[in-house]
Structure formats: structure tokens, C-alpha cells
């Protein structure tokens, strides 16, 4: 069974860093590009940044380039979101997905993504 697991999730102030992995397990994600979305309440799910099947090609929304990387690690099967620089209006449960695309490229559209993880908090305030 495919599954994405979240973590890293939590508290953090102002300015302050977090790290959120994504766990796949079931398969390999050598095939897959990832992205990261994240969905405050009462507003649409939106594309933070994603990441190509191979690592090599990266894309980020505006509201976070600068602040947010990520990364990959094909043969732990994970993904990566470093965030920095947090800002309240960070504040949203954030999602990674991922799609089977083996082109050097991703995209951060919901709608096209196959596979969903279930989410993890992340709350910026002082």
C-alpha cells in the first residue's frame, strides 16, 4: 500500500525554523516527483514547493523563496522541507504528495497529484 507519512510539524516562534519530512512507504520514489503544499484555515490548498523524481530541478512559491528548501533522499525514501525565517502567516497543516513523473521537472498543482499524506500542523506565534 502506498502511504506518505508527515512529521516535524509543531510550535514555533516567529522567526524561528522547522524541518518537516515526508516518509514514503510501499514504494520507491525514485519515479515520483514531490511537492508540499500547506492549507490554512479557510483557504484553498496551496502549492509551497516541489521537487523532480531525481532531486535536480526545484520550484518554490513566492511567498516562501528565500525561506524554504527542499531537499531529497531517494534511498531513505524521504523528503524534505526546511523552513526558515517563519512567519505567522506560515501558520498551516501542511501536506506532501506526490505524482509519477520521471521528467526533470515538478509541479505544485492539487489537482494532479496522486498520493497524499495526512498532514502535519505547523503553528507560527509568539
Known amino acids: 500500500q502506498l502511504q506518505l507519512v508527515e512529521s516535524g510539524g509543531g510550535l514555533v516562534q516567529p522567526g524561528g525554523s522547522l524541518r518537516l519530512s515526508c516518509a514514503a512507504s510501499g514504494f520507491t520514489l525514485n519515479y515520483y516527483a514531490i511537492g508540499w503544499f500547506r492549507q490554512a484555515p479557510g483557504k484553498e490548498r496551496e502549492g509551497v514547493s516541489c521537487i523532480s523524481s531525481s532531486g535536480g530541478s526545484t520550484k518554490y512559491a513566492d511567498s516562501v523563496k528565500g525561506r524554504f528548501t527542499i531537499s531529497r533522499d531517494n534511498a531513505k525514501r524521504t523528503v524534505y522541507l526546511q523552513m526558515n525565517s517563519l512567519k505567522p502567516e506560515d501558520t498551516a497543516v501542511y501536506y506532501c504528495?506526490?505524482?509519477?513523473?520521471?521528467?526533470?521537472?515538478?509541479?505544485?498543482?492539487?489537482?494532479?497529484?496522486?498520493?497524499w499524506g495526512q498532514g502535519t500542523q505547523v503553528t507560527v506565534s509568539s
Open positions: 504528495a506526490a505524482i509519477i513523473m520521471v521528467q526533470a521537472t515538478c509541479v505544485m498543482t492539487t489537482h494532479a497529484m496522486g498520493y
